[in-house]
């Protein structure tokens, strides 16, 4: 499975971005995706997942700002993010797996894409 994301960029805070995540090549085999994030000098850290079922957990960080949702004909995955914050700042990548770990809501797995850039500006 290969995974692109986009739709990064700079947004002033209380603005919105949208970010896709194009997914490619053995597409069957993913039942579960999610958003991650990365800020310089921290640890990658779980943003969002969807289930197979359409089923989503949010880190407490992000809900009720931002959405994450799926277009199965597109197979493109979306992270909706509204009343942008200069923490969101960080460097935003995509996950397919197997399923979700519904001990921690990561996904299972080890597709990753290679990531967005996501600045936030006071």
């Known amino acids: 499975v290969q995974l692109v994301e986009s739709g990064g960029g700079l947004a002033q805070a209380g603005g919105s971005l949208r970010l896709s995540c194009a997914a490619s090549?053995?597409?069957?085999?993913?039942?579960?995706m999610g958003w991650y994030r990365q800020a310089p000098g921290k640890e990658r850290e779980l943003v969002a997942t969807?289930?197979?079922?359409?089923?989503?957990f949010y880190a407490a960080s992000v809900k009720g700002r931002f959405t994450i949702s799926r277009d199965n004909a597109k197979n493109t995955l979306y992270l909706q993010m509204n009343s942008l914050k200069p923490e969101d700042t960080a460097m935003y990548f995509c996950?397919?797996?197997?399923?979700?770990?519904?001990?921690?809501?990561?996904?299972?797995?080890?597709?990753w894409g290679q990531g967005t850039q996501v600045t936030v500006s006071s």
């Open positions: 996950a397919s797996g197997s399923g979700i770990d519904y001990s921690d809501y990561n996904v299972v797995g080890d597709n």
């Open positions: 090549g053995n597409i069957f085999s993913i039942n579960a």
């Open positions: 969807i289930n197979s079922d359409g089923n989503t």
